[in-house]
């Protein structure tokens, strides 16, 4: 698996906005924040995309959305609603290969996404 910044971030070889952490996740600040509410939640074991998710990784991959619920919960919004997306690649944007859901919320969403 090749190096990512988000490795960096996981050892904390360089900062960031920590929102949340387990043995398994970690949740920190978006450094380009597209919402008020912008975190990316991400395994701390190598997984590059979710091509790349196995049988294996579902207990694990399910608990990101455990983490976004009470992210939502913690931030008060999780009525009102938020948007959890995973960018897979180019077609999707994806720039960082370490699987990871971005967590937006604070802002009405336009959809379809774009
Ligand atoms: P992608 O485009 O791969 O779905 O999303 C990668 C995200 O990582 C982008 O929204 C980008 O702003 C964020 N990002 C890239 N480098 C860093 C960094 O060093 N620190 C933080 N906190 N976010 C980063």
């Known amino acids: 698996m090749s190096e990512t910044i988000f490795d960096k971030i996981i050892r904390k070889e ?64 999780d009525e009102k609603g938020y948007r959890l997306v995973f960018n897979c690649n180019e077609d999707a944007g994806q720039t960082v290969f370490h699987l990871h859901c971005h967590f937006m919320g604070g802002r009405k969403m336009l959809w379809p996404a774009g």
């Open 14 to 77: 360089i900062p960031s906005q920590i929102e949340y952490e387990d043995e398994e996740i970690l949740a920190f600040k978006d450094i380009e924040p597209k919402a008020p509410f912008h975190v990316l939640i991400i395994p701390k074991k190598d997984i590059p995309t979710v091509n790349d998710i196995t049988e294996a990784d579902a207990e694990l991959v399910g608990k990101i959305f455990i983490v976004a619920a009470k992210l939502a919960k913690k931030y008060g919004i």
